[in-house]
């Protein structure tokens, strides 16, 4: 059989012609600084004041009124990914049910302030929530986190199980202990890691890991809006807070924890969701052991008391962007 020989002229211009759709996509993606300020949210941004460790910091949120209130109210907590945008179809709906809906950007994130400094804390997201809360007079709430926003839903709800009405975790991180398998890695380490990121490593990275390598045009929003820091001036600042509150992810287990949870519990798990932080660090025998959600959801529903456990057959780790019908039912019919 005779080999064929190509050029490296013929192999740049192939390569050039298949990836031209993705080079294409992130040359229009508008760069956007530290605090998204080019980025329109679907509901109007509101800012509240925080002094935190010397340092003068915005923390922004979404008010959405009901047009026939009911007179409860749902929190809804970002992932480590994402900003409260994400939430827009689930806010749309609990607010047409009556719910009045408050969506913050935890500091570090979205909207609200990037600090050149600051020792994250799952118990300082916490107090930054409950400081929000009390700014609007809120006594009693829902808390719904999704991935990262699970594990803050849960601190929130174990600090302020007087304001926790109920809980509902929606694929959280944090049902296992990473730490005892995966090695430790630096925030310097981390810091590197993040400013490597772009547009092509971003999708290629969600496709992974949330989609099951199914691609869909709804998705892209939400990759773009990551890679639009990466082409601003102030990514370096985003990579560091990136870094940071990823060692807080490591670091700060509330595995431990779930037999104090006092909130009546929903837990919504795509079961197709194999997330785990450090993954990539381990050997293969020791990664097939991490991010098993079947079996990490039924574990955390006998753990918690008074908690219900819905599985979602074939999703993955994001239940309300993909497969949003399955979702919303319940969440609703648990809220209610």
Request: aromatic share 12%.
């Amino acid at each position: 059989m005779r080999s064929i020989s190509i050029s490296s002229k013929k192999l740049l211009f192939v390569c050039t012609i298949l990836l031209l759709p993705a080079i294409m996509r992130a040359q229009n993606i508008p760069p956007q600084d530290a605090t998204l300020s080019g980025y329109t949210y679907p509901y109007p941004v509101h800012y509240i004041h925080l002094d935190l460790q010397g340092q003068s910091l915005q923390m922004a949120y979404m008010d959405v009124q009901p047009a026939r209130p009911n007179g409860k109210v749902v929190m809804l907590l970002h992932g480590k990914n994402f900003c409260g945008a994400y939430w827009d179809s689930t806010a749309a709906d609990l607010s047409r049910n009556g719910f009045r809906v408050i969506i913050p950007d935890q500091v570090g994130f979205g909207k609200s302030s990037k600090p050149e400094h600051l020792q994250y804390s799952f118990h300082q997201l916490a107090q930054n929530t409950r400081t929000l809360l009390d700014s609007l007079h809120i006594t009693k709430t829902a808390v719904l986190g999704h991935s990262m926003g699970g594990m803050l839903a849960v601190r929130f709800a174990l600090m302020y199980p007087e304001l926790t009405e109920k809980l509902v975790l929606v694929n959280p991180i944090g049902l296992e202990d990473w730490k005892v398998k995966v090695p430790y890695q630096s925030v310097d380490q981390w810091y590197q890691s993040e400013l490597q990121q772009n547009y092509e490593k971003i999708k290629k990275y969600q496709m992974d890991s949330y989609y099951a390598g199914q691609w869909k045009p709804a998705y892209d929003k939400w990759a773009q809006l990551l890679a639009s820091w990466t082409r601003g001036p102030d990514y370096p600042l985003i990579a560091w807070n990136s870094a940071l509150t990823y060692d807080m992810i490591f670091t700060q287990p509330v595995y431990y924890e779930f037999e104090h949870i006092q909130a009546p519990t929903l837990l919504i798990i795509g079961q197709r969701d194999r997330t785990a932080l450090g993954k990539a660090k381990v050997p293969e025998e020791v990664r097939k052991t991490m991010g098993n959600y079947p079996e990490l959801g039924k574990s955390a529903g006998r753990r918690i008391p008074n908690a219900r456990l819905v599985p979602l057959e074939g999703v993955g780790h994001l239940p309300h962007i993909e497969a949003y019908d399955r979702f919303i039912g319940p969440l609703l019919s648990f809220l209610k």
